[in-house]
């Protein structure tokens, strides 16, 4: 009934539901112990889901862990992001124009939620990412970002891309900035004034790129788009709805 209930939002400003419209909703109310057996049908659905939200709580802690090191730890330089990441503006490689065909092969990026906005013709102005050559794009107000390492256009220069300085694991610096704990409070090009000075710490080369292997597989597991958690909590949830509507459709009798 989310739809109806939406669909009854009234005022101006800010529309919102009122309780005097909820309270006119019918619902069906079956003998209670079919309520029950359909409570625990569908009580069997929300605690697989939430098994799999806390395997991605599991990850976060996992990779928290593996990047908390001592500050008097004598093999470890802390660095600011500045100082092992160069930026660059997008502006060169703004799309031209929004008319996105998914038939087309370049992807147009976004550094928030969305990622991929749709894809493009156009040919000129594509940064040339690839799995030797990844770049992090960062969201310059949100602090939003997302590690890329295919060819990309992108939607705005509201954004830095990111590329390594010196010897570091880049992979490294991704999960690093992954750890940071940081909500702009105000409207205003982050990277520069404040994201880049943040610290983070740098173990031995050899370490970066154990950790990094690691982390590879949990991410996989957790993040990836076919295979991994996500996919797999969108089809629960699918197939959760559909038999939440199987069993809650009751015909009214007239």
Same mark, same amino acid.
């Given at each position: 009934?989310?739809?109806?209930?939406?669909?009854? +939002?009234?005022?101006?400003?800010?529309? !919102?539901? &009122?309780?005097? %419209?909820?309270?006119?909703?019918?619902?069906?109310?079956? $003998?209670?112990?079919?309520?029950?057996?359909?409570?625990?049908?569908?009580?069997?659905?929300?605690?697989?889901?939430?098994?799999?939200? @806390?395997?991605?709580?599991?990850?976060?802690?996992?990779?928290?862990?593996?990047?908390?090191?001592?500050?008097?730890? $004598?093999?470890?330089?802390?660095?600011?992001?500045?100082?092992?990441?160069?930026?660059?503006?997008?502006? +060169? &490689?703004?799309?031209?124009?929004?008319?996105?065909?998914?038939?087309?092969?370049?992807?147009?990026?976004?550094?928030?939620?969305? /990622?991929?906005?749709?894809?493009?013709?156009?040919?000129?102005?594509?940064?040339?990412?690839?799995?030797?050559?990844?770049?992090?794009? /960062?969201? %310059?107000?949100?602090?939003? /970002?997302? *590690?890329?390492?295919?060819?990309?256009?992108?939607?705005?220069?509201?954004?830095?891309?990111?590329?390594?300085?010196?010897?570091?694991?880049?992979?490294?610096?991704?999960?690093?900035?992954?750890?940071?704990?940081?909500?702009?409070?105000? !409207?205003?090009?982050? *990277?520069?004034?404040?994201?880049?000075?943040?610290?983070? $710490?740098?173990?031995?080369?050899?370490?970066?790129?154990?950790?990094?292997?690691?982390?590879?597989?949990?991410? @996989?597991?957790?993040? %990836?788009?076919?295979?991994?958690?996500? @996919?797999?909590?969108?089809?629960?949830?699918?197939?959760?709805? !559909?038999?939440?509507?199987?069993?809650?459709?009751?015909?009214?009798?007239?």
């Amino acid at each position: 009934m989310q739809e109806k209930i939406h669909n009854s +939002k009234r005022g101006s400003g800010v529309p !919102h539901v &009122y309780g005097s %419209d909820l309270a006119k909703l019918l619902i069906p109310v079956p $003998p209670l112990e079919i309520q029950q057996e359909i409570v625990n049908i569908l009580d069997k659905f929300t605690e697989l889901q939430a098994e799999l939200q @806390a395997r991605k709580k599991q990850y976060r802690f996992f990779r928290d862990k593996l990047l908390t090191f001592s500050l008097n730890n $004598p093999s470890v330089v802390w660095t600011t992001l500045g100082e092992v990441i160069a930026f660059e503006r997008p502006d +060169k &490689y703004i799309v031209k124009s929004t008319n996105y065909n998914d038939k087309f092969d370049t992807p147009v990026l976004t550094a928030g939620d969305t /990622f991929i906005l749709g894809y493009t013709n156009e040919t000129n102005g594509v940064y040339q990412a690839s799995g030797q050559k990844p770049v992090i794009i /960062f969201d %310059d107000f949100t602090t939003s /970002f997302h *590690w890329v390492d295919f060819v990309f256009k992108v939607k705005s220069s509201a954004m830095k891309i990111l590329s390594p300085k010196g010897e570091v694991n880049f992979r490294f610096i991704y999960y690093a900035m992954k750890c940071i704990r940081y909500a702009p409070s105000n !409207h205003a090009r982050q *990277w520069i004034s404040t994201y880049s000075q943040f610290k983070i $710490p740098l173990p031995p080369l050899h370490k970066q790129e154990r950790i990094v292997k690691i982390l590879d597989k949990f991410d @996989a597991l957790v993040n %990836d788009i076919s295979e991994g958690l996500p @996919a797999e909590i969108k089809a629960r949830q699918k197939q959760y709805e !559909h038999y939440r509507n199987k069993l809650l459709a009751f015909k009214a009798i007239a």
